[in-house]
């Protein structure tokens, strides 16, 4: 029963556009929401994250927009940059001790 | 200078078999985890300690037993191993939820890649 959810497996973009990822949950008690960017052969890196009491977190390129009554959170990277290709994982937690993933989307920036 | 590291980082194994993966952090953290990431990608908890106590068994079966001797190490042994438990098994760390500090990250380590065959 996975709780959250990211529909899209795979998004190809053209460097210096805006990627866009989503990401649903099920789980009414989530209250901390992040992104992970993964490498591959590498763990998983933290990239932002977002409190349910916010509805938007900025870090340089990178947003997070939460919309808690549709249970919706977007990444928007902009602009897009080779080394942005990777996969990326939406996380949310509830203020216990785990974190649950959703299933990842590969993103491709293409020159 | 690795903050969380695995080994081994591949593994391969008839099925039967045990073997074990261990894990370190050097970042004072004192909750640990296991997570299995699976053919399908999927990246799911199997075990957290605090302190060297169990806070969280995700209906795992038995041969899979994790030790952690303190709270810099957690270790993951894997009994009578079968060919569904070939994956990708990620240790991650972070202070426990209610530490200030917390920014409710997880640091993770590298993966091990465990082969069944």
């Known amino acids: 029963d996975q709780q959250v959810k990211q529909n899209s497996p795979s998004l190809s973009v053209q460097e210096g556009r805006i990627s866009i990822l989503n990401c649903d949950y099920t789980n009414s008690m989530f209250d901390y929401f992040l992104w992970y960017k993964k490498y591959p052969a590498e763990g998983p890196t933290f990239l932002i994250s977002?409190?349910?009491?916010?509805d938007k977190n900025e870090d340089g390129r990178f947003t997070v927009f939460l919309n808690k009554s549709a249970k919706h959170l977007s990444l928007h990277i902009v602009p897009s940059q080779p080394g942005d290709s990777a996969v990326y994982f939406c996380?949310?937690?509830?203020?216990?001790?785990?974190?649950?993933f959703g299933a990842g989307t590969t993103v491709t920036v293409r020159a | 200078d690795t903050a969380v590291s695995q080994t081994p980082k591949y593994l391969v194994t008839q099925m039967g078999n045990d073997k074990s993966i261990k894990c370190e952090q050097n970042l004072g953290h004192d909750t640990m985890y296991w997570y299995k990431q699976d053919s399908k990608k999927f990246l799911k908890i199997m075990f957290s300690?605090?302190?060297?106590?169990?806070?969280i068994n995700e209906t795992v079966p038995n041969r899979f037993s994790p030790k952690s001797p303190d709270k810099a190490h957690l270790n993951l042994h894997i009994n009578s191993l079968e060919l569904g438990d070939s994956a990708v098994y990620f240790c991650?760390?972070?202070?426990?939820?209610?530490?200030?500090?917390?920014?409710?990250?997880?640091?993770f380590g590298e993966g091990s890649r465990l082969t069944v065959l």
């Open positions: 991650a760390s972070r202070l426990i939820w209610g530490n200030p500090a917390n920014t409710g990250e997880l640091f």
């Open positions: 977002i409190s349910s009491i916010k």
């Open positions: 996380a949310a937690s509830s203020g216990d001790y785990k974190l649950s």
């Open positions: 300690y605090n302190n060297k106590e169990l806070i």
